[in-house]
């Protein structure tokens, strides 16, 4: 994930805040002097990223107009609803801050609690996420689907989160860096950033009534976090090794249709010595079930060698790495180098001095 897409000047930013609107009028302004007054309190550098993702209402005309009027704020308009994954994602493309705070714009979530976020991160952690301990919507359209769904996404990806479902959380810039969302898969970034060994954390937010306007979730999108379930399961835990997923069945449907189609072939032998036995009358789908086993197992098994040739292909062309690094300590250097420095192999060596000390890593600036 590309974070640095904004004009090309140097800037420190502390915090960004990325918020998605979809067909919110009545809740854009009321929403904005929230957020503005509790960010202004803060003794930090801030930015808001307001992102219009398609609205048919006066959305994107009330959103350009805090943009203009607010240098602080920085509008992206979509030229159509692309969803809420693609609204976060183009939100966090476009962030400079070290810190990037994602709510939603609906004002269920109370903005004035972003310096506790901000404060979580501060003792160390990656990515701080909320939990709506008391939520307000209906036991069964919400809630129930809501509890487990959360349930099921915590035993797939280990990550002891209460409520994956809310957008209010807070990451540091690095944790984003090499995750990129599709589909709806905004609420499973901190089990995805788990894989690279992302610390999280979770705290107990409030969770409010929205003023106005309804709401734009319902019973339908269960059915696609279902699916995306399976997504989460691959990625988290065989990104890098394709084969080990599809293999194991493979070899499990191979080892069955070995078994069917030997005793068959033993059955068939002994007939031919014996009481003429005729193998495909008396087992006839006994066979098939073993020769379908067999060429599923083949068919399994070239899946998973192409899921590794894709794979290699992918992180050698895109120099993604498989790993992540939080900081580097020893051979003279400073334990603040960047995590994100390239390897040892990579470095020029600096002619000028004879201590390692002379070699000076320039500070973290965002280009914006």
């Known amino acids: 994930m590309d974070i640095s897409n904004h004009p090309a000047q140097a800037q420190q930013v502390y915090c960004s805040v990325v918020v998605p609107f979809y067909n919110e009028e009545e809740l854009v302004e009321r929403f904005y002097n929230r957020l503005a007054k509790v960010m202004r309190t803060l003794d930090k550098s801030y930015e808001i990223i307001l992102v219009n993702d398609g609205s048919t209402d006066r959305t994107g005309e009330i959103l350009e107009r805090i943009a203009l009027r607010d240098p602080k704020v920085l509008m992206v308009d979509f030229n159509r609803n692309f969803g809420q994954t693609a609204a976060l994602q183009a939100g966090f493309d476009h962030a400079c801050g070290e810190i990037i705070v994602a709510l939603d714009g609906d004002m269920e979530n109370d903005s004035f609690e972003i310096p506790m976020f901000l404060d979580k991160i501060a003792e160390g952690y990656d990515i701080v996420s909320g939990w709506r301990k008391r939520r307000r919507h209906g036991w069964l359209l919400r809630r129930v689907p809501s509890m487990a769904a959360n349930w099921l996404l915590k035993r797939i990806s280990g990550v002891a989160l209460h409520d994956f479902g809310v957008t209010f959380k807070a990451y540091r810039r690095e944790s984003l860096q090499d995750i990129c969302l599709y589909g709806d898969m905004h609420r499973f970034v901190p089990a995805v950033c788990s894989r690279l060994g992302a610390r999280t954390c979770e705290i107990v937010t409030k969770h409010i009534n929205r003023p106005a306007g309804k709401s734009k979730y319902g019973l339908g999108r269960t059915f696609r976090v279902a699916l995306d379930l399976i997504t989460l399961r691959f990625t988290t835990a065989y990104l890098t090794r394709p084969l080990h997923f599809f293999g194991k069945w493979g070899l499990l449907l191979f080892a069955l249709g070995s078994i069917i189609l030997i005793y068959g072939l033993i059955r068939k032998i002994i007939g031919w010595f014996g009481d003429g036995f005729d193998l495909f009358t008396v087992h006839g789908p006994l066979m098939a079930l073993g020769f379908m086993s067999v ?74």
Do not use: C, H, N, Q
Request: hydrophobic share 35%.
């Open 295 to 368: 060429i599923t197992a083949l068919l399994l098994l070239a899946t998973g060698l192409i899921g590794e040739m894709l794979m290699r292909i992918y992180f050698e062309s895109t120099g993604a790495r498989t790993y992540r690094i939080r900081r580097l300590v020893g051979l003279g250097k400073s334990p603040g180098i960047p995590p994100d420095a390239p390897p040892r192999s990579d470095r020029k060596s600096d002619d000028v001095g004879d201590t390692p000390d002379d070699t000076v890593w320039p500070p973290r600036t965002i280009m914006t």
